[in-house]
Protein backbone atom coordinates (compact mmCIF):
# COMPACT_ATOMS: atom_id res chain seq x y z
CA UNK A 1 0.00 0.00 0.00
CA UNK A 2 1.29 3.75 -1.09
CA UNK A 3 1.66 5.79 2.22
CA UNK A 4 1.60 9.46 2.03
CA UNK A 5 3.93 11.56 1.56
CA UNK A 6 5.76 14.02 4.28
CA UNK A 7 5.56 16.78 2.23
CA UNK A 8 1.89 18.49 1.98
CA UNK A 9 2.65 19.48 -1.86
CA UNK A 10 3.08 16.04 -2.91
CA UNK A 11 0.18 14.66 -1.44
CA UNK A 12 -2.06 17.06 -2.74
CA UNK A 13 -0.39 17.05 -6.27
CA UNK A 14 -1.31 13.17 -5.95
CA UNK A 15 -4.87 13.49 -4.69
CA UNK A 16 -5.48 16.10 -7.64
CA UNK A 17 -4.06 14.15 -9.92
CA UNK A 18 -6.01 10.53 -8.92
CA UNK A 19 -9.21 12.44 -8.11
CA UNK A 20 -9.06 15.38 -10.66
CA UNK A 21 -11.28 17.66 -9.38
CA UNK A 22 -10.97 20.48 -12.07
CA UNK A 23 -12.66 18.13 -14.26
CA UNK A 24 -15.74 16.73 -11.79
CA UNK A 25 -17.64 19.46 -10.54
CA UNK A 26 -19.20 17.03 -7.50
CA UNK A 27 -15.36 16.68 -5.89
CA UNK A 28 -14.26 19.48 -4.36
CA UNK A 29 -11.02 20.20 -3.03
CA UNK A 30 -10.88 23.50 -0.88
CA UNK A 31 -7.75 24.90 -0.16
CA UNK A 32 -7.56 27.20 3.15
CA UNK A 33 -4.94 28.24 5.78
CA UNK A 34 -4.79 26.94 9.46
CA UNK A 35 -2.75 29.15 11.71
CA UNK A 36 -1.00 30.30 8.87
CA UNK A 37 -0.12 26.86 7.14
CA UNK A 38 -1.32 25.23 4.45
CA UNK A 39 -4.59 23.23 4.11
CA UNK A 40 -6.95 21.05 1.63
CA UNK A 41 -9.88 19.61 2.09
CA UNK A 42 -11.27 16.72 -0.30
CA UNK A 43 -14.78 15.97 -0.22
CA UNK A 44 -18.17 15.24 -2.71
CA UNK A 45 -20.82 17.41 -2.79
CA UNK A 46 -24.25 15.82 -2.01
CA UNK A 47 -22.37 13.27 0.61
CA UNK A 48 -21.56 15.85 2.87
CA UNK A 49 -23.02 17.98 5.26
CA UNK A 50 -23.40 21.31 4.64
CA UNK A 51 -23.48 22.94 7.90
CA UNK A 52 -20.61 20.63 9.55
CA UNK A 53 -18.45 21.71 7.32
CA UNK A 54 -19.13 25.79 7.34
CA UNK A 55 -18.60 25.21 11.21
CA UNK A 56 -15.67 23.18 10.86
CA UNK A 57 -13.98 25.50 8.48
CA UNK A 58 -15.29 28.59 10.95
CA UNK A 59 -13.17 26.66 13.40
CA UNK A 60 -10.35 26.03 11.56
CA UNK A 61 -10.06 29.70 9.95
CA UNK A 62 -10.00 31.08 13.43
CA UNK A 63 -7.11 28.87 14.49
CA UNK A 64 -4.17 31.11 15.31
CA UNK A 65 -1.94 28.36 16.31
CA UNK A 66 -1.20 24.81 16.25
CA UNK A 67 0.69 23.00 19.34
CA UNK A 68 3.68 21.24 19.07
CA UNK A 69 3.52 17.48 19.25
CA UNK A 70 4.96 14.28 18.38
CA UNK A 71 1.97 13.32 16.38
CA UNK A 72 0.63 16.17 15.43
CA UNK A 73 -2.35 14.46 13.37
CA UNK A 74 -3.47 12.73 16.09
CA UNK A 75 -3.16 15.97 18.46
CA UNK A 76 -5.00 18.01 16.16
CA UNK A 77 -7.83 15.28 15.58
CA UNK A 78 -8.12 15.15 19.30
CA UNK A 79 -9.39 18.52 19.84
CA UNK A 80 -11.73 18.90 16.49
CA UNK A 81 -15.19 19.51 17.64
CA UNK A 82 -16.78 16.56 16.10
CA UNK A 83 -17.77 12.97 17.03
CA UNK A 84 -16.34 11.17 13.88
CA UNK A 85 -12.53 12.07 13.35
CA UNK A 86 -9.55 9.43 12.70
CA UNK A 87 -6.35 9.68 11.70
CA UNK A 88 -4.72 7.57 8.22
CA UNK A 89 -1.88 7.37 6.46
CA UNK A 90 -2.38 5.19 3.66
CA UNK A 91 -3.31 6.92 0.32
CA UNK A 92 -5.80 3.87 -0.90
CA UNK A 93 -7.91 4.17 2.12
CA UNK A 94 -7.98 8.09 1.78
CA UNK A 95 -9.10 7.95 -1.35
CA UNK A 96 -11.91 5.13 -0.59
CA UNK A 97 -13.06 7.16 2.46
CA UNK A 98 -13.27 10.39 -0.15
CA UNK A 99 -15.37 8.53 -2.27
CA UNK A 100 -17.40 7.02 0.07
CA UNK A 101 -18.63 10.25 1.23
CA UNK A 102 -16.16 11.47 4.11
CA UNK A 103 -14.01 14.73 4.18
CA UNK A 104 -10.19 14.24 4.27
CA UNK A 105 -7.51 16.97 5.35
CA UNK A 106 -4.30 17.26 4.51
CA UNK A 107 -2.08 19.68 5.62
CA UNK A 108 1.35 21.06 6.45
CA UNK A 109 1.05 20.08 9.93
CA UNK A 110 0.46 16.46 9.59
CA UNK A 111 3.55 15.16 7.35
CA UNK A 112 2.72 12.08 6.41
CA UNK A 113 -0.96 11.66 7.73
CA UNK A 114 -4.11 13.03 6.70
CA UNK A 115 -7.20 13.60 8.95
CA UNK A 116 -10.21 12.08 7.84
CA UNK A 117 -13.96 13.98 8.97
CA UNK A 118 -16.70 11.47 8.86
CA UNK A 119 -19.77 14.28 8.09
CA UNK A 120 -21.06 12.59 4.97
CA UNK A 121 -24.88 11.79 4.63
CA UNK A 122 -26.50 9.70 2.14
CA UNK A 123 -29.97 10.16 -0.01
CA UNK A 124 -32.15 8.03 1.38
CA UNK A 125 -35.55 7.18 1.33
CA UNK A 126 -38.09 6.97 4.50
CA UNK A 127 -38.39 3.40 6.27
CA UNK A 128 -41.03 2.07 4.49
CA UNK A 129 -42.75 -1.60 4.89
CA UNK A 130 -41.24 -3.65 2.02
CA UNK A 131 -44.29 -4.32 -0.66
CA UNK A 132 -43.61 -8.09 -0.97
CA UNK A 133 -43.59 -8.84 3.09
CA UNK A 134 -46.37 -6.93 4.64
CA UNK A 135 -48.23 -7.75 7.82
CA UNK A 136 -51.37 -7.33 9.24
CA UNK A 137 -49.85 -6.69 12.62
CA UNK A 138 -47.14 -5.27 14.40
CA UNK A 139 -44.11 -2.91 12.83
CA UNK A 140 -44.68 -1.79 9.46
CA UNK A 141 -40.49 -0.42 8.91
CA UNK A 142 -37.95 -2.07 6.18
CA UNK A 143 -34.88 -1.31 5.20
CA UNK A 144 -33.66 1.06 2.77
CA UNK A 145 -30.47 1.48 0.94
CA UNK A 146 -28.24 2.85 3.45
CA UNK A 147 -26.77 0.61 4.80
CA UNK A 148 -25.79 2.73 8.46
CA UNK A 149 -29.75 3.16 8.69
CA UNK A 150 -30.06 -0.72 8.46
CA UNK A 151 -27.81 -1.25 11.22
CA UNK A 152 -29.36 1.14 13.42
CA UNK A 153 -32.91 -0.57 12.58
CA UNK A 154 -31.54 -3.64 13.84
CA UNK A 155 -29.46 -2.05 17.52
CA UNK A 156 -32.73 -0.41 17.96
CA UNK A 157 -34.47 -4.15 18.70
CA UNK A 158 -31.47 -5.79 20.06
CA UNK A 159 -29.82 -3.77 22.92
CA UNK A 160 -27.42 -6.59 23.76
CA UNK A 161 -23.35 -5.81 23.65
CA UNK A 162 -23.62 -9.46 22.64
CA UNK A 163 -24.42 -8.05 19.22
CA UNK A 164 -21.67 -7.59 16.91
CA UNK A 165 -21.10 -6.11 13.56
CA UNK A 166 -18.17 -6.86 11.78
CA UNK A 167 -17.26 -4.12 8.83
CA UNK A 168 -15.45 -5.05 5.47
CA UNK A 169 -14.96 -3.34 2.31
CA UNK A 170 -14.71 -5.82 -1.05
CA UNK A 171 -13.03 -3.32 -3.02
CA UNK A 172 -13.12 -3.16 -6.71
CA UNK A 173 -14.72 -0.01 -8.66
CA UNK A 174 -17.64 0.19 -6.35
CA UNK A 175 -15.56 -0.16 -2.90
CA UNK A 176 -18.76 -1.38 -1.18
CA UNK A 177 -19.72 -1.41 2.44
CA UNK A 178 -20.61 -4.49 3.57
CA UNK A 179 -21.11 -5.76 7.48
CA UNK A 180 -21.37 -9.59 8.70
CA UNK A 181 -23.49 -9.04 12.26
CA UNK A 182 -24.58 -11.25 14.65
CA UNK A 183 -25.13 -12.10 17.77
CA UNK A 184 -22.25 -13.52 19.96
CA UNK A 185 -22.82 -16.74 21.85
CA UNK A 186 -25.59 -17.69 19.70
CA UNK A 187 -24.57 -17.89 16.27
CA UNK A 188 -21.71 -20.53 15.23
CA UNK A 189 -18.21 -19.27 15.63
CA UNK A 190 -16.64 -21.82 13.79
CA UNK A 191 -19.30 -20.98 10.34
CA UNK A 192 -19.04 -16.76 11.68
CA UNK A 193 -15.11 -17.30 11.20
CA UNK A 194 -15.48 -19.47 7.55
CA UNK A 195 -17.82 -16.73 6.84
CA UNK A 196 -14.82 -14.02 7.33
CA UNK A 197 -12.18 -15.86 5.40
CA UNK A 198 -14.89 -16.19 2.60
CA UNK A 199 -15.54 -12.13 2.64
CA UNK A 200 -11.83 -11.53 2.91
CA UNK A 201 -11.32 -14.26 -0.30
CA UNK A 202 -13.59 -12.48 -2.75
CA UNK A 203 -12.17 -9.76 -5.02
CA UNK A 204 -15.28 -8.45 -6.93
CA UNK A 205 -14.66 -6.40 -10.09
CA UNK A 206 -17.70 -4.19 -8.53
CA UNK A 207 -20.95 -4.73 -6.57
CA UNK A 208 -23.10 -2.35 -8.31
CA UNK A 209 -26.08 -4.63 -7.70
CA UNK A 210 -25.77 -4.96 -4.18
CA UNK A 211 -26.95 -8.08 -2.68
CA UNK A 212 -27.17 -10.11 -5.62
CA UNK A 213 -23.53 -9.28 -6.75
CA UNK A 214 -22.27 -10.12 -3.44
CA UNK A 215 -24.59 -13.33 -3.19
CA UNK A 216 -22.93 -14.67 -7.06
CA UNK A 217 -19.39 -13.63 -5.68
CA UNK A 218 -19.72 -16.14 -2.35
CA UNK A 219 -22.47 -18.41 -3.23
CA UNK A 220 -21.33 -21.12 -5.86
CA UNK A 221 -23.85 -20.96 -8.66
CA UNK A 222 -25.20 -24.11 -10.44
CA UNK A 223 -27.52 -22.75 -13.44
CA UNK A 224 -28.91 -26.42 -13.65
CA UNK A 225 -30.00 -26.39 -10.23
CA UNK A 226 -32.88 -23.60 -9.84
CA UNK A 227 -33.70 -23.70 -6.44
CA UNK A 228 -32.77 -20.27 -4.21
CA UNK A 229 -29.13 -20.52 -2.99
CA UNK A 230 -30.23 -17.25 -0.62
CA UNK A 231 -32.44 -15.74 1.39
CA UNK A 232 -33.59 -12.35 2.12
CA UNK A 233 -35.55 -10.23 4.41
CA UNK A 234 -36.47 -6.68 3.70
CA UNK A 235 -37.98 -6.36 7.52
CA UNK A 236 -35.74 -5.24 10.44
CA UNK A 237 -38.01 -7.45 12.96
CA UNK A 238 -38.02 -10.23 11.34
CA UNK A 239 -33.51 -10.08 10.50
CA UNK A 240 -33.62 -9.47 14.58
CA UNK A 241 -35.60 -12.59 15.44
CA UNK A 242 -32.98 -14.19 12.78
CA UNK A 243 -30.32 -13.05 14.72
CA UNK A 244 -31.63 -14.68 18.00
CA UNK A 245 -31.85 -18.23 16.49
CA UNK A 246 -28.16 -18.36 15.95
CA UNK A 247 -28.23 -17.04 12.13
CA UNK A 248 -25.91 -14.78 10.65
CA UNK A 249 -26.66 -11.56 8.79
CA UNK A 250 -25.14 -9.87 6.02
CA UNK A 251 -25.68 -6.23 5.06
CA UNK A 252 -24.29 -4.71 2.03
CA UNK A 253 -24.68 -0.68 1.18
CA UNK A 254 -26.86 -0.15 -1.41
CA UNK A 255 -29.34 -2.89 -1.05
CA UNK A 256 -33.04 -2.54 0.46
CA UNK A 257 -32.57 -6.14 1.90
CA UNK A 258 -30.08 -8.86 4.43
CA UNK A 259 -28.82 -12.22 3.52
CA UNK A 260 -29.52 -14.71 5.86
CA UNK A 261 -27.25 -17.18 6.50
CA UNK A 262 -27.21 -20.76 6.38
CA UNK A 263 -30.55 -21.00 5.02
CA UNK A 264 -33.04 -24.21 4.49
CA UNK A 265 -35.86 -24.74 2.40
CA UNK A 266 -38.20 -24.72 5.46
CA UNK A 267 -37.03 -21.37 6.08
CA UNK A 268 -38.58 -19.88 2.59
CA UNK A 269 -41.94 -21.10 3.75
CA UNK A 270 -41.78 -18.80 7.17
CA UNK A 271 -43.22 -15.59 6.81
CA UNK A 272 -43.52 -12.59 9.34
CA UNK A 273 -47.26 -12.54 10.17
CA UNK A 274 -47.29 -15.90 11.51
CA UNK A 275 -45.49 -14.62 14.66
CA UNK A 276 -47.75 -11.66 15.02
CA UNK A 277 -50.96 -13.74 15.13
CA UNK A 278 -51.89 -16.19 17.96
CA UNK A 279 -49.98 -19.06 17.79
CA UNK A 280 -53.50 -21.22 16.68
CA UNK A 281 -53.83 -18.83 14.00
CA UNK A 282 -50.19 -18.89 13.14
CA UNK A 283 -49.70 -22.76 13.17
CA UNK A 284 -52.70 -22.88 10.54
CA UNK A 285 -51.46 -20.25 8.35
CA UNK A 286 -47.94 -21.89 8.36
CA UNK A 287 -49.10 -25.57 7.33
CA UNK A 288 -51.75 -24.32 4.74
CA UNK A 289 -49.24 -22.66 3.15
CA UNK A 290 -46.74 -25.80 3.30
CA UNK A 291 -49.71 -27.68 1.53
CA UNK A 292 -50.72 -25.18 -0.93
CA UNK A 293 -47.37 -24.23 -2.09
CA UNK A 294 -46.58 -28.09 -2.56
CA UNK A 295 -49.84 -29.07 -3.80
CA UNK A 296 -48.62 -26.07 -6.64
CA UNK A 297 -45.82 -28.90 -7.96
CA UNK A 298 -47.34 -31.87 -8.01
CA UNK A 299 -51.34 -31.07 -8.67
CA UNK A 300 -50.70 -30.67 -12.71
CA UNK A 301 -48.99 -33.73 -13.16
CA UNK A 302 -51.39 -35.48 -11.30
CA UNK A 303 -54.14 -33.92 -13.52
CA UNK A 304 -52.79 -34.98 -16.62
CA UNK A 305 -51.53 -38.39 -15.65
CA UNK A 306 -55.36 -39.35 -14.43
CA UNK A 307 -56.25 -37.96 -18.16
CA UNK A 308 -54.92 -41.46 -19.46
CA UNK A 309 -57.47 -43.25 -16.76
CA UNK A 310 -60.28 -41.42 -16.77
CA UNK A 311 -62.29 -44.56 -17.33
CA UNK A 312 -60.96 -45.79 -13.75
CA UNK A 313 -61.67 -43.02 -12.05
CA UNK A 314 -64.36 -43.45 -9.15
CA UNK A 315 -67.81 -41.18 -10.04
CA UNK A 316 -66.68 -38.93 -7.30
CA UNK A 317 -63.73 -38.14 -9.22
CA UNK A 318 -65.27 -37.59 -12.43
CA UNK A 319 -65.02 -33.65 -12.31
CA UNK A 320 -61.72 -34.17 -12.75
CA UNK A 321 -62.18 -34.97 -16.36
CA UNK A 322 -62.86 -32.05 -18.61
CA UNK A 323 -66.24 -32.07 -20.97
CA UNK A 324 -64.53 -29.46 -23.63
CA UNK A 325 -60.58 -30.53 -24.10
CA UNK A 326 -60.24 -27.59 -26.66
CA UNK A 327 -59.00 -28.10 -30.34
CA UNK A 328 -55.36 -28.31 -29.30
CA UNK A 329 -53.31 -30.75 -27.42
CA UNK A 330 -53.62 -30.99 -23.70
CA UNK A 331 -50.07 -30.73 -23.20
CA UNK A 332 -49.38 -27.81 -25.31
CA UNK A 333 -52.69 -26.01 -23.60
CA UNK A 334 -51.25 -26.13 -20.16
CA UNK A 335 -47.81 -24.94 -21.39
CA UNK A 336 -49.63 -21.85 -23.24
CA UNK A 337 -51.34 -20.97 -20.64
CA UNK A 338 -48.16 -21.01 -17.89
CA UNK A 339 -46.07 -18.94 -20.32
CA UNK A 340 -49.52 -16.57 -20.38
CA UNK A 341 -49.71 -16.23 -16.42
CA UNK A 342 -46.13 -15.22 -16.68
CA UNK A 343 -46.88 -12.92 -20.07
CA UNK A 344 -49.71 -10.46 -17.86
CA UNK A 345 -46.89 -11.12 -14.58
CA UNK A 346 -44.19 -9.29 -16.79
CA UNK A 347 -47.20 -6.85 -18.32
CA UNK A 348 -48.27 -5.77 -14.62
CA UNK A 349 -44.68 -4.83 -13.69
CA UNK A 350 -44.09 -2.56 -16.28
CA UNK A 351 -47.63 -1.15 -16.24
CA UNK A 352 -47.74 2.48 -14.56
CA UNK A 353 -49.35 2.02 -10.83
CA UNK A 354 -52.91 2.88 -11.43
CA UNK A 355 -53.32 0.83 -14.29
CA UNK A 356 -51.84 -2.38 -12.82
CA UNK A 357 -55.02 -4.09 -11.20
CA UNK A 358 -57.34 -3.38 -14.61
CA UNK A 359 -54.79 -4.56 -16.41
CA UNK A 360 -54.32 -7.43 -14.49
CA UNK A 361 -58.32 -8.21 -13.87
CA UNK A 362 -59.34 -7.44 -17.69
CA UNK A 363 -56.50 -8.81 -19.61
CA UNK A 364 -56.59 -12.63 -17.49
CA UNK A 365 -60.79 -12.27 -18.35
CA UNK A 366 -60.27 -11.32 -21.93
CA UNK A 367 -57.97 -13.46 -22.99
CA UNK A 368 -59.27 -16.69 -20.65
CA UNK A 369 -62.56 -15.87 -22.28
CA UNK A 370 -61.09 -15.64 -25.64
CA UNK A 371 -58.94 -18.35 -25.58
CA UNK A 372 -62.41 -20.69 -24.74
CA UNK A 373 -64.71 -19.15 -27.21
CA UNK A 374 -62.25 -20.05 -30.02
CA UNK A 375 -61.35 -23.68 -28.80
CA UNK A 376 -57.89 -23.23 -28.19
CA UNK A 377 -58.15 -23.65 -24.53
CA UNK A 378 -59.94 -25.77 -21.58
CA UNK A 379 -62.33 -23.86 -19.33
CA UNK A 380 -60.75 -27.11 -17.26
CA UNK A 381 -56.66 -25.89 -17.94
CA UNK A 382 -57.54 -22.53 -17.48
CA UNK A 383 -59.46 -23.40 -13.63
CA UNK A 384 -56.22 -25.29 -12.36
CA UNK A 385 -53.36 -23.05 -13.86
CA UNK A 386 -55.31 -19.88 -12.26
CA UNK A 387 -55.02 -22.32 -9.07
CA UNK A 388 -51.35 -23.31 -9.09
CA UNK A 389 -50.20 -19.23 -9.99
CA UNK A 390 -52.77 -18.56 -6.86
CA UNK A 391 -50.97 -21.01 -5.12
CA UNK A 392 -47.25 -20.36 -5.70
CA UNK A 393 -48.24 -16.86 -4.52
CA UNK A 394 -48.65 -18.77 -1.28
CA UNK A 395 -45.17 -17.69 -0.38
CA UNK A 396 -42.82 -14.91 -0.93
CA UNK A 397 -39.64 -15.72 -2.41
CA UNK A 398 -40.28 -15.45 -6.34
CA UNK A 399 -37.15 -17.41 -7.26
CA UNK A 400 -38.53 -20.39 -5.35
CA UNK A 401 -41.61 -20.10 -7.30
CA UNK A 402 -40.19 -20.40 -10.65
CA UNK A 403 -38.09 -23.32 -9.52
CA UNK A 404 -40.85 -25.21 -8.92
CA UNK A 405 -42.50 -23.98 -11.53
CA UNK A 406 -39.75 -25.33 -14.00
CA UNK A 407 -40.04 -28.43 -12.09
CA UNK A 408 -43.80 -28.49 -12.92
CA UNK A 409 -43.12 -28.64 -16.40
CA UNK A 410 -40.45 -31.04 -17.06
CA UNK A 411 -42.41 -33.15 -14.84
CA UNK A 412 -45.41 -32.64 -16.93
CA UNK A 413 -43.49 -33.33 -20.78
CA UNK A 414 -42.14 -36.67 -18.80
CA UNK A 415 -45.19 -37.56 -18.21
CA UNK A 416 -46.97 -36.93 -21.65
CA UNK A 417 -44.12 -39.02 -23.10
CA UNK A 418 -44.08 -41.78 -21.27
CA UNK A 419 -46.96 -41.91 -19.25
CA UNK A 420 -46.96 -43.19 -15.65
CA UNK A 421 -43.69 -44.88 -15.44
CA UNK A 422 -42.27 -41.61 -16.16
CA UNK A 423 -44.55 -39.90 -13.73
CA UNK A 424 -43.11 -42.11 -11.20
CA UNK A 425 -39.47 -41.93 -12.46
CA UNK A 426 -39.39 -38.41 -11.93
CA UNK A 427 -40.66 -38.24 -8.24
CA UNK A 428 -37.16 -38.37 -6.65
CA UNK A 429 -36.10 -35.51 -8.95
CA UNK A 430 -37.26 -32.53 -6.19
CA UNK A 431 -35.87 -34.10 -3.60
CA UNK A 432 -32.39 -35.23 -5.23
CA UNK A 433 -32.12 -31.18 -6.25
CA UNK A 434 -32.78 -29.95 -2.37
CA UNK A 435 -30.29 -32.53 -1.32
CA UNK A 436 -27.74 -31.25 -3.82
CA UNK A 437 -28.50 -27.39 -3.69
CA UNK A 438 -25.24 -25.85 -2.88
CA UNK A 439 -25.39 -22.55 -0.62
CA UNK A 440 -23.13 -20.66 1.27
CA UNK A 441 -24.29 -23.35 4.37
CA UNK A 442 -20.96 -23.92 5.89
CA UNK A 443 -22.00 -27.50 5.29
CA UNK A 444 -25.33 -27.50 6.97
CA UNK A 445 -27.82 -29.56 4.72
CA UNK A 446 -30.46 -27.74 2.42
CA UNK A 447 -32.95 -29.79 3.95
CA UNK A 448 -32.22 -28.91 7.70
CA UNK A 449 -33.77 -29.96 10.36
CA UNK A 450 -34.89 -33.00 8.27
CA UNK A 451 -31.64 -33.86 7.18
CA UNK A 452 -29.98 -33.79 9.92
CA UNK A 453 -32.88 -34.89 11.78
CA UNK A 454 -33.42 -32.49 14.58
CA UNK A 455 -36.86 -33.37 16.23
CA UNK A 456 -37.42 -29.75 17.89
CA UNK A 457 -36.14 -27.72 15.32
CA UNK A 458 -38.01 -29.39 12.96
CA UNK A 459 -41.12 -28.67 15.12
CA UNK A 460 -40.89 -25.26 15.46
CA UNK A 461 -41.28 -25.12 11.41
CA UNK A 462 -44.57 -25.99 12.20
CA UNK A 463 -45.58 -25.20 15.61
CA UNK A 464 -45.32 -22.11 17.89
CA UNK A 465 -42.80 -23.52 20.43
CA UNK A 466 -42.46 -21.54 23.85
CA UNK A 467 -39.25 -19.77 24.12
CA UNK A 468 -36.50 -19.92 26.83
CA UNK A 469 -36.66 -17.10 29.14
CA UNK A 470 -32.80 -14.78 29.44
CA UNK A 471 -31.46 -16.11 32.33
CA UNK A 472 -28.26 -15.08 34.09
CA UNK A 473 -26.54 -17.78 32.50
CA UNK A 474 -26.45 -15.78 29.14
CA UNK A 475 -24.89 -13.57 31.38
CA UNK A 476 -21.98 -15.13 33.44
CA UNK A 477 -20.11 -11.79 33.89
CA UNK A 478 -22.68 -9.16 35.06
CA UNK A 479 -22.38 -7.58 38.40
CA UNK A 480 -25.29 -8.84 41.17
CA UNK A 481 -28.13 -6.53 42.32
Known sequence: ????????????????????????????????????????????????????????LQYFIDMKTVEKHPTPAQSFASHLPYVEVDVIDDCEQALTMILSGASVMLSAYFGGE??????????????????????????HDGFVETLIFNTALIRRRIRDPRLSMRYFNLGGASRTDVVLCYMEGKADPKYVKWLEGKLKSVHPESLTLGMQSLAECLIPRRWINPLPKARYLGRPDAAAAELFEGRVLLLCDTAPQVMVLPVSIFDFMQETDDFYLPPVTGCYMRLLR?????????????????????????????????KDTGTL???????????????????????????????????GLILGE?????????????????????????????????AFKFMRMLWLAVTAIFGIWGYLAFIPVPVILLISNKTLSGGRSYLYPLIPFNGRALLRLFLRLPKKDVTRDEYPDAPEK
Open 370 to 402: FAVTIGWLSPDVIFYIALVAIAGFSQQNHELGY
Open 114 to 139: AVVIDSRTYPARTTEEPNDDRVMQGA
Open 290 to 322: HFIFTLALFFLPTWYLLQDYASLLPAWLAVLVP
Open 1 to 56: MKKLSESYEKNLEYFKSILRPGENFDLICREVKVAGKDAAFFYLDGFTKDEVMQKL
Open 329 to 363: PLLLQLYLAEIAVDGLKLASMNTPDMLTNSLSVIG
